[in-house]
């Protein structure tokens, strides 16, 4: 995922999955819906305005299975921790901040006597009221992976990292820092089991971050234990804790991995295909986001005729079980100004340089103005005003990535990020009824 502190080329969910790769994770669930459904809450989306009671004011809730909160950050000791520093933590935002009334999923306000305030006393109220969702934690994200190569190295190393992952957030032993929210299980029952977004094991990823040659090995040891430990606290709880894992789509960054291996350790993975051109291009050629198949006369020089499919294809060959995968889709799109028409309404054109700031959310570009293109054959929109380019993926092509997600036996679908999507959650809707119809 790549998070909105990044300039250049910004993304957070949460993700969908069926229970063949999760079988005791679904099988007590008392409102199945088809299909895993994961949608990426971002921790900083409150300073925003955008709040758990909105996940069930627009109906995105109901038609989840999986909430991914993103992110908790990889200590230089190879610890996952809780911190009230600037680029470093936000336990305020986690579980400090107390949240009125009108804010709240249930319409009750935060009392101070609480222990568990903030996001994570909202994410239990979302599970309260929606029986079928699930929330888990993301480790990492573009800005949080420094550490992972380092927590990954050893098998000491490892035991350390998952055994404090479990402490902090499944056994709930949430630190009090400078107030009296936390303490010993405080926050216990909010999350349902860890997803792993390290960017990325090999390099790849943010400047500054710790890179080993042997990265690729130690992330299929390090999914390893953290199976073997979630595995070992379940049975003590008689529950099925989840593990998932994001994955890139750039075929270099694959095959720093063992995909095969790492997939019988985990849930599922949720594969990041999105982000195949964007601003980081400034003067184009414009191109798509996310396209579901392969264009022959695609311009670009880097991932050249890439697509959804083609990734897909790469991690099945690379023996990933279908039911194992889940589709990633934006709810973002990418920007270009001083783009001439060409053949193509503005396709695969030269700019002058970037639109807006390159990137926009979903519930922005809609209103922007301009035409709405819709290349059926290559599963891909964008919009074009005769000068501004948005590639970006809407309400009906997200209907049709799920259909494909089903058709071809994925385990679901994940979005990044949930606050993107507008008010009435029309994307989250429109990836239910392509999971519906698939």
């Not at 969910?13 to 949608?39: D, F, K, M, Y």
């Not at 079980?321 to 783009?339: E, I, K, Q, R, S």
Request: proline share 4%; net charge negative; aromatic share 10%.
């Amino acid at each position: 995922m790549r998070i909105p502190r990044r300039t250049s080329a910004v993304l957070a969910a949460t993700v969908l999955a069926t229970l063949a790769a999760a079988p005791a994770a679904q099988a007590h669930s008392p409102h199945r819906l088809p299909g895993q459904r994961v949608g990426y809450f971002t921790q900083w989306g409150i300073y925003s305005g955008f709040s758990a009671k909105k996940v069930q004011t627009s109906g995105q809730a109901s038609k989840l299975t999986v909430l991914n909160y993103a992110f908790g950050n990889v200590s230089a000791d190879g610890t996952c921790f809780e911190a009230n520093a600037a680029g470093v933590g936000d336990a305020w935002a986690d579980y400090q901040r107390p949240v009125a009334a009108d804010e709240s999923v249930d319409g009750v306000a935060d009392t101070a006597a609480q222990p568990l305030k903030g996001n994570f006393n909202q994410l239990r109220k979302l599970k309260a009221a929606n029986p079928q969702l699930k929330a888990v934690v993301s480790l990492g994200g573009w800005s949080w992976s420094k550490y992972f190569s380092d927590a990954a190295a050893t098998d000491a190393s490892r035991q350390k990292f998952v055994a404090s992952c479990l402490d902090l957030y499944l056994r709930g032993n949430l630190p009090q820092i400078g107030s009296p929210e936390g303490g010993a299980g405080s926050g216990a029952g909010v999350f349902d089991g860890i997803d792993i977004d390290w960017e990325y094991p090999g390099g790849g990823g943010d400047a500054g971050n710790v890179v080993r040659p042997e990265d690729g090995r130690n992330y299929t040891l390090l999914m390893q234990e953290f199976r073997r430990q979630l595995d070992a606290l379940g049975r003590q709880a008689h529950t099925h804790y989840l593990l998932t894992a994001a994955v890139p789509s750039g075929e270099a960054k694959q095959q720093q991995l063992d995909v095969h291996k790492v997939a019988r350790s985990v849930d599922w993975l949720n594969l990041m295909t999105y982000d195949f051109h964007g601003s980081w291009e400034a003067q184009g050629p414009t191109d798509h986001n996310a396209n579901l198949f392969s264009d022959r006369a695609d311009a670009a020089a880097d991932n050249k005729g890439y697509s959804v499919d083609r990734v897909v294809r790469d991690y099945l060959d690379r023996g990933v079980p279908a039911d194992h995968l889940v589709l990633g889709v934006p709810f973002y799109g990418y920007g270009w100004t001083g783009v001439p028409a060409g053949a193509k309404n503005g396709l695969y054109q030269g700019a002058t340089g970037l639109a807006s700031g390159g990137n926009l959310p979903y519930n922005q570009i809609k209103d922007l103005p301009g035409q709405v293109f819709y290349d059926r054959a290559h599963g891909a929109t964008w919009k074009y005003d005769g000068n501004d380019f948005w590639t970006y993926d809407t309400p009906q092509l997200l209907t049709r990535k799920a259909a494909y997600a089903s058709d071809n036996g994925l385990a679901g679908v994940m979005a990044w990020s949930l606050d993107n999507d507008d008010a009435q959650g029309t994307l989250v809707t429109a990836l239910d009824k392509g999971l519906r119809q698939g």
